[in-house]
C-alpha cells in the first residue's frame, strides 16, 4: 500500500510519461491561449491552423491549449518554446499570422520578432 | 557562444536592495562591457522575486537558471562562465523548486510579466487546464499529499494561520482563523465553499484563474476539507462562466478517476467530493449568507451575522467560504511553507493579490503583486502607463464597493489596510485607471446605476437610498444640479453605510462618497456653471461650426435629428434646439471644424 506521497509521486510519474508519449518533447512546443477572453479574440481559429498545420504533416510539433496569462490586450496569445531558447511569445495572432507562423518559425527556425510580445 | 542572447534579471526589492543589488548592476555592466556582451545581454529589474532570505538574485534567461546570494565577486564567474561559455554557475544555483517560479520560465523576460510575482496564478497561461496530466506534472495534488501524510488537520490549519493569509474577496479576513473556527465546530457534517461568483463591473480574476488552472482551486478546497474535518465542498459559480464550468466539472471527473476526489483520497482515509452550483448572476449572491441561501435554493439575500456561516452555514452546518483565490494560494503555502509565504507582502498583508486592470492604460490585463507594490508601478511600470499623453485623474479600485483615488495615493503601498485609509478597498480586485476624459460624476453614477439595480431589496435604506442618490446624480449630469445636493448625497451615503445589513449596500456609496472627496470641484461645476470639464456629460455640452468648415456635409448627413444645415461647400450650423447632443457630428466630422463645449 502507497502512502499518500509515494502515490502522488508515482501519478506524477504516469502523468509525465503519457504527456511525454503525446509528443512533448518535440523540438517545438506550441500554446494557443484558450480562456474565454482569447476564444473571443480569435483563438479557436488560430488552434485551427495550427491543427490544420499538423493534420497536414507539419511534425515535431507538441500542440496544447493554454489558459489566459494576463496579457489582455494582446489576445490571442501563442507560444513557441523551444529548449535551450527563450520563449517566443507572439501577441495579436490572427489565423493569417499563424500561418505565417507555422511557414516561417515552425518550419524554418525564423522568429517573427515584430510581432513578438 | 558569443552570438546568443541572454537576458538577465536582477531583483530589486527592497531587502536585496539592501543586499547590494546596485552594486551587483553596476559590476555586471562593467563586466558585460568587458567582455563586450552589452549588445547580446540585457539586464532587467524586478519587483521582490519573494525569495529574500537568498537575495540577491540574479535570473538568467534562457533556463530560468535562478543565482542566489550573489556577490559582487561572483559576477566576473557568472558572466565568463554562464554567458561566455554557456556554462551554469552550479554553486550558486538555488535549487528549491518553488512552485511559483515556473511561469517565468515561459514569460519571465516580458517586462509585465517579469515585474509581476505569480502565486495564484502560477499555472495560467502555462499548462492545458483541460488535462490533469499538466497539473498533476507540475507538483500538482502534492501539497494535499504531503498534508495527508505528514501533518495532522490541526497543523495544516496552524500553517495557514502562520503565513498570514487574508480572504481574497475583499474583506481580508485572515484565512486561518476562519478554518479555525469551522474547525472547532462540532458536528458531523460541515461544508466546504468556493466563492466563484464574481460579479464587479471589469474584474475577471477569478473567471481567469478557474479556466487557467481548475485543479489548484479543488486542490486547496480538499486540504481544507481534512482540515477541518469536511466530506463535501461546493463551488458556487455564475452561470454565465460557461467555459470555467465546463473546465471545472473536467476537472472534477478527472480528479474522481485518479481518486483525488471521492472516497479514501490517495488511500487514506480522508473523503472528500466536489460539486458545481451555478448562480444565476445576482451581484448580492457573492456576500457569503446570500450565497448560501441561493444555494440551499432561497432567494439570495443576505442575513445578519453573527452567527458566522463558520457556526451556522449551509444547511444550518459549520461551513467555511473562501475565494477563488484564496483556495489557489493554499497549495502553495502548504508546500512552499508559511515562512516562505510570510516573507512575500507588507507587515499585515501577506503573499500576492491579483488585479485585473482595466481602463485607460496601455496594457490592460491581469496583474498578480507581492502586496506592499504601489499603484504607481502597477498603473506604470507594469501597465504602461497612460496612452495618447493623456492626464492620470484617478485609480479606481475595489469596483462598486470600492473608492476613486487621485494621484496623491499613487506611491500608497497596496495592502487592506492602506487602501481602507486611502478611503477604498482592496475589494476582489478591479482596477481601473480613469484619465482626464472620464468625468467623475458619470463614474460614479455607473457605479450607483450597478448597485441600485444589484440591491437585494431587503434594507431600506439599500433599495430606496442608492435609488435616490442615482437619482440625484443624473440630474447633476443632466445639468439641472440644485444647491444642496452635494449635502444630500453625503448625508444620504454616511446613513445607508451605517444602516445596511450586508457588504453590498454597506460600501454601496463608497464611489460617491470617495469622488466628493477627491473631486468635490468637478460636482461644483456640474451644479453651479453647468460644465462638464471631461467633456463627458452630453446634456452640458454643446456643439458648434468652426471656420474650419469646408461644407462636406459629413455632419448633415450623421445627425439623426436633422440639426445641421448648411450647403455644399459653405460653412454649415447647428441648431441648437433641436440638437440632442449625440456627438455624431463631432466624431464623423474629419476637419475638426466641430467645437465641444
Redesign the interface.
Known sequence: ?????Q???K??AE??N??VSKGYLSTKRV?V?M???E?AAGSKEVMEVFRQAIAKGLTDIYL???????????EP?V?V?EE????V?YGRVTPQRAREIVERHLKKGEVITEWV? | MRDKKFKLTLCDGTSCIHNQSKALQQALQAELQRHNLTEAVSVHLSGCLGMCSKGPILIVNPGYILYGRVRVEDIPEIVESHLVHNKAVTRLIITEDHLYNRFFRIFGDVDFFGKQMRIALRNCGIIDPENIDDYLSLRGYEALAKALETMTPQQVIAEVKQSGLRGRGGAGFPSGLKWEFTANQDGDEKYVICNADEGDPGAFMDRSAIEGDPHTVLEGMLIAGYAIGASKGIIYIRAEYPLAIKRLEKAIVAAREHGLLGEKILGSDFSFDIEIRLGAGAFVCGEETALIHSIEGHRGMPRPRPPYPSVVGLFGKPTLINNVETWASIPVIILDGANWFGTVGTETSKGTKVFAVAGRVHNTGLVEVPMGTTLREIIYDICGGIPGGRAFKAVQTGGPSGGCLPEAYLDTEIDYESLAKAGSIMGSGGMIVIDEDSCMVSLARFFLEFTQDESCGKCTPCREGTKRMYEILTRISEGNGQDGDIEKLERLGKMIQRSSLCGLGQSAPNPVLSTLKNFRDEYEEHIQSKTCRAGQCAALLSYTVNEKCVGCGACRRVCPVDAVEGTRKEMHRILQDKCIRCGQCYDACKFDAITKA
Not at chain 1, 535551450?84 to 520563449?87: A, L, Q, S, T, V
Request: aromatic fraction near 2%; glycine fraction near 10%; hydrophobic fraction near 40%.
Open positions: 500500500m502507497l502512502t499518500p506521497l502515490a502522488i509521486k501519478k506524477r502523468a509525465v503519457r504527456i500554446y491561449g480562456a474565454t477572453c476564444i496544447s491549449q493554454k489558459g489566459c496569462a494576463g496579457r489582455c490586450n494582446l496569445t507560444e518554446v535551450g531558447n527563450i520563449p511569445k510580445i
